[in-house]
């Protein structure tokens, strides 16, 4: 079983910058990819970003230019680089881990989520 806690959330003004974690804790297939993911009040869940087990980065739209999602594999620990905040990134954050078993199946883990809220 994989356990995931994120930390760093918390209040920041607009323009503002703030480092989530994501500690994984488990057995994480070698072949994984991890991610951050939000929910907005009243909104769906939408994907962040993602970084592959080779380090492959791909990110939302919204966030491009402003967020960067690193790795530490070592250390199983996920990070989220978050720069130049604007009040539409507040949300809770959550860390995902999907074990890729086969380009069609894999098993998903996700944390309890941190809230960030950005004032303005």
């Known amino acids: 079983q994989v356990q995931l806690v994120e930390s760093g959330g918390g209040l920041v003004q607009a323009g503002g910058s703030l480092r989530l974690s994501c500690a994984a804790s488990?057995?994480?297939?070698?072949?994984?990819?991890m991610g951050w993911h939000r929910q907005a009040p009243g909104k769906q869940r939408e994907l962040v970003a993602t970084i592959t087990s080779g380090g492959i980065t791909s990110y939302g739209d919204s966030v491009k230019g402003r967020f960067t999602i690193s790795r530490d594999n070592a250390n199983n620990t996920l990070y989220l680089q978050m720069n130049s905040l604007k009040p539409e990134d507040t949300a809770v954050y959550y860390c995902n881990v999907r074990s890729v078993f086969s380009p069609t199946y894999g098993v998903d883990y996700w944390g309890k989520g941190t809230l960030v809220t950005v004032s303005s």
């Open positions: 488990g057995t994480i297939f070698s072949i994984n990819v």
